[in-house]
């Protein structure tokens, strides 16, 4: 029986009303009353569909480069918050959103930490973010990742401010109390090797034989830079080649080369393309994803609510939430999620209607 329960009587209730303000105090609280919310039929997540417009975002980021500088800041971000979610940072119940800027000759000083974290550019051109002293130079729409415990410092040395989103897995991390975080003494880490090093060796499907040069990267997480300018080409090729997908539209998902597992533990990524006109189909998915529109023009239909979509705009797509993109002109979309770190744990379902 619950407190809503006809079947108990006044007094019944009377009793149990001082049975539990006799619990409280020693930390104990009776299952009966909470049961149906805390083991759900179906996810119903506190978190909403919501948009973030870039150019009002942009705004009040640029604003914020007026009165504090990246270093006094450690990272100049605006925290995208989910209203659902107040006052937890999150976008997600697992996942944070924010957009960073950096101005030209600043440095966001060098630091790890147990999060993981991916950035996905959104304008600027050049600047870079070093891991572990190796610089990835990054142009609009790279996917840059800073993987768990290695050293990362950001610099721009160009003319023009650079922006981009960083997602990261901040609640996940905090619902385990597993936070460790460090400043490197110096504001950036040593050059260990030139900018994209990396990016030859695991980038285009090779890595280097054993017993050849000693390797700098972590051999089950090699590759940090994805380039708009090698995934943007794929997409292309794959919507003249392949029949489309009639819930994702022709998609791609950026993978580790190492394993072709996810890009990170606890974060998988991917990009898709939908023809001008398509109505993807209706499709529900346990991992609320963060979408990007990197190109084109759209609504994202949710129930009755319906979202315009343009470019550079930020949407998030709460889990179990039935959703479906029409595209006017053909669009481009990034989008990240935990779907990692949920298929790990024997978690993920989805429903494609
Ligand atoms: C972080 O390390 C970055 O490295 C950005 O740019 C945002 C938010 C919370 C914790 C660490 C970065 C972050 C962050």
């Known amino acids: 029986m619950t407190a ?3 079947s108990g009587s006044n007094e019944q209730r009377a009793q149990l009303e001082s049975l539990y303000a006799a619990m409280a105090p020693k930390g104990l609280l009776p299952l009966w009353e909470s049961l149906h919310s805390l083991v759900l039929a179906e996810p119903a997540s506190p978190s909403r569909p919501w948009r973030w417009r870039y150019a009002e975002v942009r705004d009040l980021l640029l604003r914020a480069g007026d009165i504090i500088s990246a270093e006094q800041a450690e990272r100049r971000v605006l925290i995208m918050e989910n209203p659902g979610l107040p006052g937890l940072s999150a976008i997600t119940p697992s996942l944070y959103a924010g957009l960073q800027l950096i101005l030209p000759g600043e440095i966001a000083p060098c630091h790890r930490h147990t999060q ?3 950035r996905f550019v959104m304008e600027g051109s050049g600047a870079f973010t070093a891991l572990d002293g190796e610089k990835a130079i990054m142009q609009p729409f790279d996917l840059v990742l800073t993987p768990a415990g290695q050293w990362h410092d950001h610099g721009n040395e160009t003319s023009e401010p650079m922006i981009w989103l960083d997602g990261l897995d901040i609640p996940t991390v905090r619902l385990f109390d597993a936070s460790f975080a460090e400043r490197l003494g110096a504001v950036a880490h040593p050059q260990t090797v030139p900018p994209g090093d990396t990016l030859a060796r695991y980038g285009r499907n090779l890595r280097p034989m054993k017993g050849t040069a000693a390797d700098r990267r972590p051999a089950a997480r090699p590759l940090f830079h994805y380039r708009h300018a090698d995934w943007r080409p794929s997409l292309e090729a794959m919507a003249r080649t392949a029949d489309i997908d009639p819930h994702f539209g022709h998609a791609l998902e950026f993978l580790n080369p190492a394993d072709g597992g996810s890009i990170l ?5 991917h ?3 939908l023809p001008a006109g398509f109505e993807s189909r209706r499709r ?3 991992d609320g994803t963060v979408f990007v529109v990197v190109e084109g023009e759209g609504t994202l239909l949710l129930g009755d609510d319906e979202i315009k979509l343009e470019p550079r705009d930020v949407v998030v797509v709460p889990s179990w939430v ?4 029409q595209a006017r002109t053909q669009m481009i979309l990034f989008g990240y ?4 770190a949920q298929t790990k744990l024997d978690l993920y379902r989805e429903c494609n209607h």
Do not use: E, G, W
Request: hydrophobic content about 45%; overall charge positive.
């Open 4 to 6: 809503a329960d006809p």
């Open 116 to 118: 993981n974290a991916l």
């Open 265 to 269: 533990s606890t974060i998988s990524a």
């Open 271 to 273: 990009v898709r393309l």
């Open 284 to 286: 529900q998915a346990t």
């Open 322 to 325: 039935a959703h479906r993109f």
């Open 337 to 340: 999620s935990d779907k990692a």
